[in-house]
């Protein structure tokens, strides 16, 4: 459990660094940048912690796959939230095939 909250944590810090600038296009291209570098720092603050906790648990593809599925998480609240964009029906077919992925690589074969 440790390892998914310090991931949670770490891909908020991540959107935030990615798509926060989106709502300040006016801005200096070079100062979201230093911002965004500036949030990223955060984000590998938990991030680093969360992969080395977690290896063993998990694989490696298995941590991937976790961190991939948070983010699309943290990514849609983010977007609908902070960004005002709507949550069309095709981005949960497609969320849904990469959580059908998700079965296959935790799945013991």
């Known amino acids: 459990m440790k390892t998914i909250l310090?991931?949670?944590i770490s891909n908020i810090f991540m959107t935030f660094a990615w798509y926060g600038h989106l709502k300040?296009?006016?801005?200096?291209?070079?100062?979201?940048?230093?911002?965004?570098?500036a949030i990223a720092f955060f984000e590998y603050c938990f991030q680093v912690p969360?992969?080395?906790?977690?290896?063993?648990?998990?694989?490696?593809?298995?941590?991937k796959t976790i961190q991939e599925v948070i983010t699309l998480i943290v990514f849609s609240v983010f977007?609908?939230?902070y960004l005002k964009e709507e949550l069309r029906w095709n981005y949960i077919v497609g969320f849904v095939?990469?959580?059908?992925?998700?079965?296959?690589?935790f799945k013991k074969w």
Do not use: C, D, M
Not at 26 to 33: E, G, N, Q, R, T
Not at 50 to 58: D, L
């Open 6 to 8: 310090l991931l949670i």
């Open 24 to 37: 300040y296009k006016s801005s200096p291209l070079a100062k979201v940048i230093f911002i965004s570098w």
């Open 50 to 63: 969360a992969n080395r906790v977690g290896h063993g648990q998990f694989t490696a593809y298995e941590l």
């Open 79 to 81: 977007s609908v939230l």
């Open 97 to 105: 095939l990469i959580v059908l992925a998700v079965f296959f690589i």
